[in-house]
């Protein structure tokens, strides 16, 4: 007489079919972190953010980009390491660090959203793609507790702080505010809005960045200076019932 296959319990069974569903998850996922990193990167930036660099090496897990080419400027060096547990702190799994001169940029990277992002530029050694910067001193700060999108920007938490205006008193022979401000998504756009007033003056700075490539950014500076009727027109600006407003747009990347 033929025995018949013994059940297992049916608790057990489901608790064997959920650890062999885990096994290979994590088997996938073993194998796509050790992939080479020089593989996977053109797969993950578009061309169209025109973001290149030369060499990519280590793995999706530990690795990293020397002589990076990005549309805000070079960077020497980006390190990227994967650290999973940071999801159970409801943080970005992915942490990044960036170098170039005068630059500096840690946070982390998750799927269409980063968190704990802080950046750091001094002008006088950053190497900027805006001739009218060159050579002047000042910083700028940036720190995002999380921003979050998909086709544009959905939420984002963050503060910005610059004492650029206030730093190059001798090579405009005009002084102006520290300017801080907030960062936030509106209307798809993500925003970048700085304020500062001294001394009679008032300057409000807005940039606002499109996910789908196009920017603006628009100054305006009410005072009444006397060097500002001489200076402010050579750096493009047009004197208007509000003040003195520079306002330009354009893309800072480019569909295919």
């Not at 057990?12 to 088997?27: D, E, K, P, S, T």
């Not at 897990?61 to 080419?69: C, L, P, S, T």
């Amino acid at each position: 007489m033929r025995k018949s296959a013994r059940k297992l319990p049916s608790g057990l069974g489901f608790n064997m079919r959920l650890l062999v569903i885990a096994g290979i998850l994590g088997g996938v996922l073993a194998l796509l972190a050790g992939l080479p990193l020089a593989w996977v990167a053109p797969v993950l930036v578009p061309k169209a953010a025109k973001f290149e660099w030369q060499v990519a090496s280590g793995t999706v897990w530990n690795g990293q980009i020397m002589g990076a080419n990005s549309p805000f400027g070079p960077i020497d060096k980006i390190q990227m390491k994967m650290q999973p547990l940071a999801i159970l702190q409801s943080k970005a799994p992915l942490h990044i660090a960036a170098l170039a001169p005068g630059f500096s940029l840690q946070g982390r990277v998750g799927l269409k959203y980063f968190s704990d992002v802080h950046i750091q530029s001094f002008l006088s050694s950053t190497k900027l793609l805006d001739p009218r910067l060159q050579g002047l001193r000042g910083e700028i700060r940036f720190d995002v507790d999380e921003l979050h999108f998909g086709p544009d920007c959905r939420t984002a938490d963050g503060q910005v702080w610059s004492d650029v205006l206030q730093r190059n008193q001798a090579e405009w022979r005009w002084q102006g505010p520290v300017l801080s401000g907030d960062i936030r998504c509106e209307a798809g756009d993500l925003v970048v809005q700085m304020r500062g007033a001294e001394a009679g003056q008032n300057v409000t700075v807005s940039f606002r960045l499109g996910i789908n490539g196009r920017y603006r950014s628009d100054l305006i500076l009410q005072t009444q200076h006397p060097n500002a009727d001489a200076l402010l027109p050579v750096l493009g600006f047009e004197k208007t019932g509000r003040g003195f407003t520079l306002i330009e747009e354009g893309r800072w990347a480019y569909k295919e």
